[in-house]
């Protein structure tokens, strides 16, 4: 790893860790113990008001351990297809507010979005395994907009938009924005998925949602789950290969991640796939695709998914 990477880990079971002096001393005796410098560490919109004495305590340890706190939150409901983008914007509101009320070494350091448009439980919108190519577009087929393209049409403008107005509103106070995006943005059945965005711009250029969020954010994690490390550098390469052709001022950091949760499934996980299921080949692996990825500019590291999956590992 070199020195303009890092290691980043999610915090899921956030109200746990803060409850806990002993959770608390586990995860940052863990991340460090993985190299890990970054915590995406979960955050309900209603979560810093009651936690705020917990936070103030757990970000100044971390803090002092030489580990950044990022606020994480994302939800499928935040798209505009379903209850909308309001209580995310409101987290952030609510992020901002704890910031400026406590003093800097108890602060958060950046925010993450994980929100993902694929269709999922009554969120039917994105109309998951069909290519751009053969959405229908004969009025009626669409679920929220007359057409299916139109469907996902609008559906991938929603998600840049939160993301631009999230950006606007970290941005504005100091604060660093990233995503966690989808490695198949650039290969979704076979083809990029495309957007004109904004939608209702003068000469807009259709190009991939990718190549759109890239201006949005300071940091681009991918979620290249797989657990042949050549495999999962390979679906980020399009991604770092953009981003490394970006202007030095403004290009975002692009990240690599990993899963160890089981349950996903066999070649996804660590987790779950024979003769992958240690720490010790997990960290193996991001360092094989460290070392993979370190030839573009923009690449910025790698990333483990989950803390509490990662706890239970065997060494």
Known sequence: ????????????????????????????????????????????????????????????????????????????????????????????????????????????????????????????????GIPDSNLSHTPGTGLWQPTQAQDREMLLCSWLSMHETASQLLHAHGLRFGAAMPWWTEAYEGEELGVSFPADGEGVRRQSVMKHMMGLVDEYVVMSYYTNPAEAARRVEAQAAFASGMAGVGRPRVCAAVEVAPGVGRRVSYGDTEGKNSRAVVLRDVGVIERSLSRYAAFGGVAVHHWSAWQSMPD
Do not use: C
Not at 43 to 67: D, E, V
Not at 98 to 105: D, E, G, I, Q, S
């Open 1 to 128: 790893m070199t020195s303009k990477q890092t290691r980043s880990m999610w915090v899921w079971n956030s109200v746990a860790i803060l409850a806990s002096s002993t959770e608390t001393n586990q995860l940052l005796a863990g991340a460090l113990d993985a190299g890990v410098t970054e915590l995406y560490f979960y955050m309900a919109p209603h979560y810093y008001g009651p936690q705020k004495p917990q936070l103030q305590t757990f970000i100044s340890r971390a803090t002092t351990s030489g580990l950044h706190i990022w606020a994480l939150d994302g939800d499928r409901a935040y798209f505009p297809d379903a209850a909308g983008p309001s209580n995310f914007y409101h987290g952030i509101d609510n992020l901002i507010a704890y910031n400026a009320a406590v003093a800097p070494h108890e602060q958060f350091s950046g925010f993450q979005a994980d929100n993902e448009p694929l269709d999922h439980a009554e969120y039917r919108t994105f109309h998951n």
